[in-house]
């Protein structure tokens, strides 16, 4: 749920804050290191949302890597890394290549 909800955001911010021209390869660098530390927050956020406000947990990780209360786990780590390698390669190749050319389509429409 997380990933659906606050990756796109993640995406666009992290673009927006770390996009030097000058150094492409570094900052797609810090884009994807970066992904696995933000779904990590919207992780601790969302969790501790529900505990404190609905006093329900939404899931619960256990084991020596499983921080704040088992709101998070950097067990999946390596995954996230590769979902921020994906999300960076689908976001260059598909998604603005994508809406740059829908944006244009649709300014010509008027």
């Not at 749920?1 to 021209?21: K, S």
């Not at 256990?62 to 921020?84: C, M, Q, R, S």
Request: aromatic share 22%; with cysteine; proline share 5%.
């Amino acid at each position: 749920m997380n990933l659906f909800i606050f990756g796109p955001v993640h995406t666009d911010l992290y673009r927006m804050l770390v996009n030097d021209p000058s150094a492409p390869f570094f900052s797609c660098v810090l884009r994807v290191l970066g992904f696995p530390i933000n779904l990590w927050l919207s992780e601790w956020w969302v969790g501790m949302y529900l505990a404190r406000i609905w006093g329900r947990r939404g899931w619960y990780y256990e084991g020596p890597l499983a921080y704040f209360d088992g709101t998070i786990t950097l067990a999946y780590a390596h995954y996230w890394l590769l979902l921020g390698i994906a999300n960076e390669w689908v976001c260059i190749y598909w998604l603005y290549p994508g809406s740059y050319a829908l944006a244009a389509y649709l300014q010509g429409i008027k």
